[in-house]
């Protein structure tokens, strides 16, 4: 994150040396501020919709629990053809023999859905204390416009880019779970390729960052993606969006992970999480932050409405996460390190289509 971000408070290092290091994974990456640990304390007590799904007995592999209704979907389109998802169930490799002796612990499935404010079908997570006009937002006009051009108008980039999912849904993980990887088949790359994809079939052109900016280290990994974001902005001039795609993570006490989900199409994919921050006390400079509330209100209305239970609630807190770097910025989290790659690959073409209809409204 940025300079000014980086200066911690002591609430945020306390929590953040207490937390496990798989529960934390993608959390950790941005706690470096007070707003990042608000941000991970307020996903954590997200868990409080999930009940009576930690599971005491970790000697066997338990199944999963599936908390919550999932939506009926009413479209039968499969996102993800049969040559594809192929290629993606040969990535996964891990089998019991592989971690014999070792210890399980449960995951549970969780549709998240309402929060402290709503509108029109959609929840927000006000992390504020300021007052949100949800429907202002929704109906204020974009600060910029479509163009019919072949120059990229969104650009994707992974601020922790060796973030991954788990390799099977099994209900359960091995102790020696571990949630990042530098193959690029693997981890968030792949779900922005996807992103990509779905947008260029959708007459958008978008370019893709894959630099992993935590690799070798998270130290630095802000600092490192805004570099590359003012370089993408520099040789295209015509980016209007820019999101930095990360995918999540929720772990008990008692090392159960949270895997948000929904159905579409009768397969299941990644509940997304789209984040927008704000400059409320004025600790960065990060004037235009409402042109970002207003992009982000306008995907997750229209996420929700073409694809029901796609999000979990917007969160809108005190962070920054260069977002200030341009309007027309967010983080969007992807699933969490319960997901599987195919379940997160379907929410980042779905999240294409949304971006390019989002985007050729105004």
């Known amino acids: 994150m940025r300079a000014s971000e980086r200066v911690g408070k002591a609430s945020a290092l306390i929590f953040a040396a207490l937390m496990s290091v798989f529960g934390t994974v993608c959390t950790c990456g941005r706690i470096a501020s007070a707003a990042g640990a608000s941000r991970a304390l307020t996903a954590t007590a997200g868990l409080a919709m999930v009940e009576n799904a930690a599971s005491t007995d970790f000697d066997k592999a338990p199944k999963a629990k599936s908390e919550g209704s999932m939506p009926e979907p009413d479209d039968t389109y499969t996102f993800i053809d049969s040559d594809e998802d192929t290629e993606l169930a040969d990535l996964s490799h891990d089998s019991d023999e592989d971690h014999t002796g070792e210890d399980t612990y449960l995951v549970t499935e969780s549709l998240f859905r309402e929060s402290n404010m709503s509108y029109g079908g959609f929840y927000v997570k006000n992390a504020t204390d300021l007052s949100l006009d949800l429907r202002g937002f929704l109906n204020a006009k974009l600060p910029f416009s479509y163009e019919e051009t072949k120059e990229p108008q969104v650009l994707i980039v992974h601020t922790h ?7 099977s849904d099994l209900g359960y993980y091995y102790e020696s779970f571990y949630p990042r990887s530098t193959d690029d088949k693997r981890n968030i790359v792949r779900v922005g390729d996807a992103i990509c994809e779905s ?10 960052c894959t630099e992993h900016h935590d690799d070798p280290s998270y130290l630095g990994a802000y600092d ?7 370089e993408y902005m520099e040789k295209y001039p015509s980016i209007k969006i820019i999101l930095d795609i990360h995918r999540d993570s929720i772990t008990t006490e008692e090392n159960e992970k949270i895997k948000p989900t929904f159905t579409y199409g009768g397969e299941k994919a ?4 789209i984040m927008c921050g704000n400059d409320n006390y004025g600790y960065y400079d990060f004037p235009d932050w409402e042109q970002n509330m207003s992009l982000a209100v306008k995907l997750q209305s229209t996420a929700e409405n073409d694809y029901p239970g796609m999000t979990r609630p917007l969160y809108f807190g005190n962070f920054m996460y260069n977002m200030n770097m341009a309007p027309g910025s967010l983080l969007i989290e992807i699933g969490t390190d319960a997901n599987t790659l195919p379940e997160a690959v379907r929410s980042g073409k779905m999240l294409g289509t949304v971006i390019a209809k989002v985007l050729k409204a105004g």
């Open 161 to 167: 880019a060796t973030e991954s999912y788990m390799d």
């Open 199 to 208: 947008l260029e079939k959708e007459g958008v052109a978008c370019v893709h």
């Open 270 to 273: 990644a509940q997304i999480m």
């Open 224 to 230: 490192n993606s805004a570099d590359s974001i003012s």
